[in-house]
């Protein structure tokens, strides 16, 4: 049973009281949600805002209600792929894996190196384990949608050697964010896209990817970072090349769902072309693409045999 409104402007002053102060009181135990048989305490929901705080900024833009409801939605979806990761024997995650996850999270916002992120993480009072034990849980989602689903990636590698050999040396390059988002109801469709563009407008587009957007991206804001050209499929390259910085797509049909992308900056780049180094990271870039929808399209599907319950 969903809280009523007055309960939940109370739980959500007592969170803002308990950051405030940096500590938590009595109430910290209390269970707010159960998925299945697995529980999300107030205690869950602060430190979950202390972290995509961390990761976003920007969030203290938006309203106490608002963020509250983000990071009730995040940790549900965390607690859905860890349903289904236990029903599954444990993938072994190499230490190389994990760090790489962790150095994209630290450069989306704008950091060097794992030590400058983990002293971020303690002067926000944020533990270091629970945030590497989301990462870590990502990775184990991720390895389990690559054995699900690897049979199923079609890459056409004779179409990526040829427009290798066609690479100019002078490319363009786009700093990418994105909202991956579904309409159940087609007789909707106008009206929640018009909501989404509301809340570009309203509240930016990172924020407005953590209301929104399924993807996994939408922790840190959609963001994507800088992706080349060369690697963005044609019927999408389309889009991007008639925007200028900070303007975005129209909606754009993707197999799991809709697809908006932001364009934060261009930039023209001189490249020497290494061609099979370039043919393996255009086949690892569509890979990555094919198993992110792959990946939409699994949590959606598992998500309707889940009990969702709030206390």
């Known amino acids: 049973m969903f809280l009523k409104k007055?309960?939940?402007?109370l739980i959500i002053i007592l969170i803002s009281f308990s950051i405030f102060?940096?500590?938590v009181f009595?109430?910290?135990?209390?269970?707010v949600i159960k998925v299945n048989n697995e529980i999300i305490t107030l205690l869950d929901i602060v430190?979950?805002?202390?972290?995509l705080k961390a990761l976003n900024p920007n969030l203290n833009n938006l309203e106490q209600e608002r963020i509250y409801n983000i990071a009730k939605n995040s940790l549900v979806r965390d607690k859905i792929k860890e349903i289904e990761i236990s029903k599954i024997q444990k993938f072994e995650i190499s230490q190389g894996y994990l760090?790489?996850?962790i150095k994209q999270i630290y450069e989306n916002i704008g950091m060097n190196n794992k030590e400058a992120f983990i002293e971020y993480l303690n002067n926000l009072d944020i533990d270091e384990k629970m945030v590497e034990e989301k990462l870590s849980n990502e990775a184990i989602w991720n390895q389990l949608i690559y054995e699900k689903f690897k049979s199923q990636i079609k890459i056409n590698r004779n179409e990526i050697e040829k427009n290798v050999k066609n690479l100019k040396t002078n490319t363009k390059s786009f700093l990418l964010s994105e909202i991956v988002f579904r309409i159940e109801n087609k007789k909707e469709e106008e009206k929640f896209i018009n909501k989404?563009?509301?809340?570009i407008i309203d509240n930016g587009f990172g924020n407005t990817a953590l209301i929104f957007s399924i993807s996994d991206s939408s922790n840190t804001g959609g963001k994507l970072g800088w992706v080349d050209e060369s690697s963005i499929s044609k019927k999408i390259l389309s889009q991007l090349n008639g925007l200028k910085k900070n303007q975005h797509t129209k909606p754009i049909l993707i197999p799991s769902g809709y697809l908006i992308l932001y364009v934060e900056d261009i930039k023209q780049i001189e490249k020497k072309v290494d061609f099979e180094k370039e043919i393996l990271n255009r086949i690892n870039s569509i890979q990555t693409q094919q198993l992110n929808q792959f990946s939409n399209i699994f949590f959606n599907k598992i998500k309707k045999n889940v009990i969702i319950n709030e206390k």
């Open 99 to 101: 760090e790489n996850i």
């Open 196 to 199: 989404i563009n509301k809340s």
């Open 47 to 51: 430190n979950e805002i202390k972290y």
């Open 26 to 31: 009595s109430y910290e135990n209390k269970i």
């Open 21 to 23: 102060f940096t500590k």
């Open 6 to 9: 007055n309960k939940l402007n």
